[in-house]
């Protein structure tokens, strides 16, 4: 099994619709972050967490919103999906004073 | 300016060559370096991390120069398995900032 978990893998929704990925992790870190990935644009940090409660914006954070409802447990939402949020989505962990960072296998978002 | 900017390529190389990959970093204040390989459509994982010193992982040497703000990867006898696409990462704030990657594509 994954160390780093996200649901779902691949989704396709329409325009307008309210969508949440999930990602789950048992590494016991306690940062998490969100990013999207678009051809030529490389990753892009879209939130990050520190802790339970702790929430930060990254780079392109409109149109996006988190919940970090738990150490494990990081969602990214989209309350209204539009086409430019098209785009393969990552989420990794890190541990504090770690340098290295864990990535999810990526959930593959369309939406139409 | 982006913080991290990389030639993306592609480089098209045959078995057992050597290729280079270079990167440059706007913040001087950066902390950490890295190089992360990624496959097509996968996550990308840690390859290996980078030091002013130099650091060598088999066939892959990192290399850092602070001065210049600059960050390589050298691959010496390129085997298949190593066409992915490399990814340029630095930290600082807290943060990671991504290169675009660099496609490489081993050839027979």
């Known amino acids: 099994d994954a160390d780093v978990t996200q649901t779902p893998r691949n989704r396709i929704t329409k325009t307008g619709k309210r969508i949440m990925l999930e990602c789950s992790q048992t590494?016991?870190?306690?940062?998490m972050y969100w990013y999207r990935q678009d051809p030529g644009l490389g990753l892009r940090l879209i939130y990050y967490s520190f802790d339970v409660k702790d929430i930060n914006k990254g780079e392109i954070s409109d149109g996006y919103s988190v919940s970090r409802q738990a150490q494990a447990k990081f969602s990214l939402s989209l309350e209204s999906a539009i086409p430019n949020q098209t785009a393969l989505y990552f989420c990794?962990?890190?541990?504090?004073?770690?340098?290295?960072?864990?990535f999810g296998q990526g959930t593959r978002l369309t939406v139409v | 300016r982006k913080e991290v900017e990389q030639d993306p390529g592609p480089f098209n190389v045959p078995e057992g060559a050597t290729v280079a990959f270079n990167c440059t970093y706007s913040?001087?204040?950066?902390?950490?370096f890295f190089w992360y390989r990624q496959d097509c459509r996968k996550e990308p994982k840690l390859l290996m991390s980078v030091y002013s010193s130099g650091n060598e992982d088999g066939r892959f040497t990192a290399q850092l120069n602070r001065a210049s703000q600059y960050i390589s990867l050298l691959i010496r006898d390129s085997k298949l398995s190593d066409s992915a696409t490399y990814l340029c990462?630095?930290?600082?704030?807290?943060?990671?900032?991504f290169g675009t990657g660099t496609s490489l594509t081993v050839i027979p």
């Open positions: 590494k016991g870190h306690d940062r």
């Open positions: 990794a962990t890190r541990a504090t004073g770690d340098t290295e960072a864990f």
């Open positions: 913040n001087s204040a950066s902390q950490s």
């Open positions: 990462v630095v930290n600082f704030g807290n943060q990671f900032y």
